[in-house]
């Protein structure tokens, strides 16, 4: 039995890769030193897998900032303004790679970066491709052929990957009218075959292509595409073997399909879709081999050895022994690097620690399965299997993850429908005459620029270096100033600020029951950032107020109306390593219920507007259309949960950004805010086009600028967006905000933006004078 690994997390475990890459750009370090650390983290990579016992070990899986843009990189899928960096005498492949990522803002050029994107239903962003009518491809960057020549070097004959040219061109956009990308295949094909081509000759056995797309709905040209492409690399490449990769998703309807392709070995994702297994060995034919995705590659927690012997021994005897190979379920470039590296039992107790697996203990995890599935009696692997099954028991049965009284409270949630007590229109009167607020009433999102000198203070904190007295001091200070200056520049509804809050979800997860942090978990979202998700291990509750003392303090300081500021169920949920051992929706209802009492408790103390930010929302949408109304469902449900426990004078906001929601609007709706904040400026308010079909009942803000860029907006651009906003959403009915939080903005930036903001909600009240009438 093969084992597999589809590709591992490129950081480095200290996330040496992120410090290299910004120590680069900010000149302090020559390429040289940057290329360098690249080829040890992949030698360390490379050399961890093969110690363990992997057999077919990526290569090519490695990126300095993403993998989308290395493919087209190499495929020479570059728009034609990046030419301009290369042209310049003095910079390489690296320097044009880096350009395409970030933007070029040198040598007199000013190139904007290329757009990115959410990876599949990932926190991964990629790079996304751009395409031309006819474009035509080349083998451009040859990073491909030189890793896996470097591995070879280095003694190890290693698996590059590919992404596969379907998936390739499903993950770009046409830039011009007129064709679908899916028609450039004709062009793309032939440089893959180069690329083989070159592989071949240096060499290679086994060539993995990534085609999530084949896991998703695909229309019948696409499907067509599969066919193509992996019956002409069959026919020219009889030599080597060919593995196609899927993950994310289950094959479905498309299992037919992609047992069809001539191709020597399928990956299925097990740990997403178990249910496929039965479905795909029916069919699978005599030559394929089956890679079992069975260890999670994007979860934190252990697999559970006895339940995959059970389903390898399942395939093993349906296929026989040869045919079946081990994997993870997708790249372990979705888990943190190493779990050894955890050793502050005041951050993970080892309690917690025995129940996960980070990449590398994944890696072992792959190559124990396949050992014991072989029948081998070794007494250390004896042992493996003893120790899993005692932490699978312990995560069973252990009183930190078990709680009677929250299990209890959420089952009620099952069964109870959570409504505000009147409908909007009967809240809308009496929040008017409570709130007393002008048309166009004007408000932030909830952060305000958090300076170095507030982290640095919260660094000083962390270390202990200063007592929370005065740490508090200094977040006291910021949270007046802060005020002061909106009643300053005469905003309606003020916000305290954030200044406590590093980070949205961690700020809240560090107050929950049920949530656990680690030092060194971090994960690539895009680029040199990292995140590091909370983990959320067991049933969620509330012990005491999390936000409450913040904003009662700053209500204290001021006349005017200070909106409370949550963070919402589904994206608590949604930025977490999340329990894998009850569903998705349960533990969002226990977080649901825990913000409702802190809501509760807003509201006790008099705060009369309270916002539920969930940003998240859209991004949790399945990647099956099948499948989204069943995810709507409980997460709408869960934003109510936590939302409708207040009078019907308390007026309750949400926000999301990313709002590309013009296919969900009526489940939006749902929600049942009174007032939904959304992003909307950078697409000229394109995204109101919803509103157009659809009467939304409620309040909204359509942000009227883009506070992701320093440039400052005028009032007539902002009165401009907002005319256009009245003519699909009554004026009644129209709040004006920026985007979203202003926590990565400047004060200078923020204090002149925010003021000509003001200023066009004032022109706009005057628009709406109506003139006397004698
Ligand atoms: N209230 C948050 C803030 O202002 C919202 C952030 C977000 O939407 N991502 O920072
Ligand atoms: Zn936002």
């Not at 980070?358 to 190559?367: L, N, P, S």
């Not at 019907?648 to 749902?670: G, L, P, R």
């Not at 805010?673 to 950078?682: K, L």
Request: hydrophobic fraction near 35%.
């Amino acid at each position: 039995m093969l084992t597999n690994n589809l590709g591992y997390p490129r950081i480095g475990s200290n996330r040496e890769l992120k410090k290299a890459c910004e120590q680069y750009w900010s000149g302090k370090t020559s390429q040289q030193e940057l290329l360098q650390i690249g080829k040890q983290i992949r030698l360390h990579n490379w050399r961890l897998q093969k110690d363990a016992g992997i057999d077919l070990i990526p290569s090519n899986d490695f990126s300095f900032y993403d993998q989308v843009l290395d493919m087209s990189l190499t495929v020479g899928a570059i728009p034609s303004q990046y030419n301009k960096i290369i042209l310049n005498g003095h910079n390489t492949e690296l320097d044009l790679y880096f350009g395409m990522a970030r933007g070029y803002q040198r040598d007199e050029l000013d190139i904007t970066a290329l757009e990115m994107t959410k990876w599949f239903d990932t926190n991964y962003h990629y790079i996304v491709p751009e395409f031309y009518n006819n474009q035509q491809f080349s083998f451009f960057s040859r990073k491909i052929v030189d890793e896996f020549y470097e591995a070879k070097q280095a003694g190890i004959l290693t698996k590059p990957v590919l992404i596969g040219p379907v998936s390739y061109l499903l993950l770009g956009k046409e830039k011009e009218e007129g064709f679908h990308r899916i028609e450039l295949l004709k062009n793309l094909l032939p440089v893959y075959f180069e690329i083989l081509t070159e592989l071949k000759s240096n060499g290679v056995e086994w060539v993995q292509f990534d085609e999530p797309f084949l896991c998703l709905d695909l229309s019948e040209a696409e499907q067509d595409a599969y066919k193509k492409v992996y019956s002409e690399i069959k026919r020219r490449f009889p030599g080597i073997h060919v593995q196609v990769a899927t993950y994310f998703e289950g094959l479905k309807d498309q299992t037919r399909l992609a047992c069809s392709l001539p191709i020597d070995a399928l990956h299925i994702d097990l740990s997403k879709d178990p249910g496929q297994l039965d479905q795909v060995l029916d069919i699978l034919p005599d030559q394929m081999s089956l890679s079992l995705g069975l260890v999670d590659g994007r979860n934190i927690w252990k697999n559970n050895f006895n339940d995959s012997l059970k389903q390898i021994q399942h395939a093993v005897d349906k296929i026989g022994n040869q045919r079946v190979i081990m994997a993870a379920s997708c790249s372990l470039l979705h888990s943190p690097c190493d779990l050894e590296l955890e050793t502050n039992e005041h951050i993970l107790t080892s309690e917690v620690k025995q129940w996960l697996a980070f990449a590398k203990q994944k890696i072992d995890e792959i190559v124990t399965l396949s050992k014991l599935a072989e029948g081998s009696k070794d007494e250390s692997l004896k042992r493996k299997l003893e120790d899993n099954q005692a932490a699978m028991e312990s995560r069973k049965t252990s009183d930190l993850i078990h709680d009677k009284t929250v299990k209890k409270e959420t089952k009620e949630v099952q069964n109870a429908d959570f409504k505000r007590n009147s409908p909007f229109s009967i809240r809308k009167e009496k929040q008017t005459e409570l709130l007393n607020l002008p048309l166009f009433p004007t408000t932030t999102i909830g952060s305000f620029p958090q300076t170095s000198e507030i982290r640095k203070q919260r660094a000083l904190f962390k270390k202990g270096s200063i007592d929370i007295e005065e740490y508090e001091q200094a977040l006291k200070f910021e949270t007046e100033k802060t005020i002061r200056w909106q009643e300053e520049i005469d905003l309606d509804v003020l916000v305290h600020g954030e200044f406590e809050r590093n980070d949205m979800v961690e700020y809240f997860g560090e107050q929950l029951n049920g949530f656990v942090f680690t030092k060194n978990g971090w994960v690539q979202s895009y680029g040199s950032r990292c995140v590091k998700p909370p983990i959320i291990y067991g049933d969620v509750s509330r012990s005491k107020a999390m936000t409450v003392k913040w904003t009662q303090y700053a209500q204290s300081l001021t006349s005017r109306l200070v909106k409370g500021m949550l963070t919402g169920p589904v994206t608590i949920l949604q930025w977490s390593f999340v329990r894998d051992d009850q569903p998705r929706s349960v533990t969002c209802n226990q977080i649901a219920l825990a913000i409702r009492e802190e809501v509760k408790d807003l509201e006790d103390v008099g705060i009369r507007i309270i916002q539920i930010d969930e940003p998240a929302i859209r991004e949790g949408l399945p990647l099956r259309k099948a499948d989204w109304q069943n995810y709507l469902q409980w997460a709408i449900k869960a934003f109510r949960v936590a939302s409708t426990g207040v009078e019907d004078e308390t007026q309750i906001h949400t926000h999301m950004c990313y709002s590309e929601f013009n296919d969900i609007i009526h489940n939006i709706a749902e929600m049942d805010a009174d007032v939904i904040t959304i992003e909307c400026s950078r697409s000229k308010m394109e995204l109101l086009d919803a509103f157009t079909s659809f009467e939304y009942p409620q309040q909204i803000g359509p942000g009227v600028y883009d506070i992701h860029s320093p440039r400052i907006p005028l009032e007539a651009e902002m009165v401009d967006l907002l005319m256009k906003a009245k003519k699909v959403i009554q004026p009644e009915q129209l709040w004006v905000n920026p985007d979203c939080g202003l926590k990565t903005r400047n004060w200078d930036e923020t204090k002149k933006a925010l003021a000509e903001m003001v200023n066009a909600a004032k022109s706009m009240r005057l628009s709406e004078v109506k003139p006397m009438t004698v």
